[in-house]
């Protein structure tokens, strides 16, 4: 039996046939739309290695069935950079050494963009890290981290300061 | 993950006809019931997705000073509803306990009231439980077992519910409204789930297919919006299940108690109102050997059901120390650590 959902990734709507009603947002977009760059962890909504943006929020996409997000605007790791000039966040991440492997790095990187728009955190790096603890790193790069997203959010607060002035 | 019929109602009404069907399950966010699927845990043959449905992702304040949360309201979404968060800051402070920021951004309230419990030998497939198969027996019993039950246990389930949200609405006697082929009724949410008894696999007054379309708060309950506060003591200090949680919400007139509210977390099959210290509190004066008497009346009944003694002590800790931040105020911005014990409050000794 066959299904379709349609779903805008990454500014692209694209309507996508499935022939199983199993398959999760995660991998809809790893296996099925070649878009690797967000990771399988667990699988299990426990480490964050899956965060991507759905309708303008951070979650886990392997806890998500990609039939019941018909219609959702869906943004990944892939979407963030204009052309060649990095995202703020993911400049952040480099200059902090926000990162050893990188395998959780996409995610963490997803997961701090949400946090910032959120706008719950303000510049207590307490509250970066409470906000980021859906999200493991298994090199323990957590101090950078919390320094990249604190540096990402007084670039991207001052970037659209100059927006508005 | 089993495989199974994936249906999308255009209505409550349809979605009840649907859901009613032996094997169908309902569909909110998912963050629960496709962990338990991908775990062979859980295996509907039917998911009802309600998540299309209108009407259900509302916050509104009802004419008398109430306020209706539909089923669908994402739990960040209530806890960082101002308003709300001002009016019940318990409650706002349980969801931000609980979970993960992205966890708490897909999940619904009508899925949080539901979620099932994490025990871990109800989470393994290959371990005996009762509440998966009935009369399977309970690896729990005689296993690692120090972080269930104390209160409402029983020989076939010792498990507890999980649920934040739960014991903060248990407190303010929020009322869930449920629909089902009958029509619409409405529940206490302090008897929406059931203690373990011999039937642990029945977790809800729920009848097949009702569905839980909104979850209400009296107007009542805001009473104690200057003195109300979740404490959850946590294996690690964010995102984490409660070992113990408190909610804490206290009238005061000057430092007399007009009225108390206390419900237990991580105690119990369900949030656990703890009505006999209310009474030891209401009208006395604010006292910390009140306090302690309180949390005495609140784990009276309380028995191990394993290597989990600890926790009748913790407990009564974590009621003493909820009560103690609740009496000395709400603080003006939620912490930045909600619930924690580790979180200091303004106005408050993190150590009271």
Redesign the interface.
Known sequence: MG?STTLTVNGVTRAIALD???V?LLDLLRERLDLTGTKKGC???QC?AC?VM?DG????S????A??L?GADVLTIEGVARGEALHPVQEAFIAHDGLQCGYCTPGQIM?AI??IQ?G?AGD?P??V???????LCRCGAYQGITAAVLTAQKALASASRKEVA | ?N????V?PATVRDAVAAAAEPGAAY?A???NL??LM??GVSAPTR?V?V??LRDLDRIEVLPDGGVRIGALV?N?ELA?DRDFARRFPAVAEALLSG?????R??ATVGGNLLQRTRCAYFNDAASACNKRNPGAGCDARGGDNRLHAILGWSESCIATHPSDLCVALAALDAVVEVEGRAGRREIPLETLHRLPGDTPDRETVLEPGEMIVAVRLPAAAARFAAHARYLKVRERT??AFAIVSAAAALRLEVDVIAEARIALGGVALKPWRAREAEQVLAGARVDASLFRRAAAAALAAAKPSGDNAYKIELAQGVVVRALTLAAAGTPERMP???GSPFAAASGASAHG
């Open positions: 299904f199983d009603p199993r999760t699988d299990r909504g964050g965060t759905v929020r951070r979650v886990n392997c806890l998500a069935l039939l019941s018909d997961s949400g946090l959120e719950q207590d307490e509250r890290r409470e906000g980021m603890s859906g999200n | 993950m495989s199974f019929d994936y999308r569909l966010a998912g963050t496709l962990d991908k775990g998911l997705d998540t299309h994402r960040a960082h979970a993960s920021a992205q966890l951004n897909a964010s995102y930045a650590l909600p």
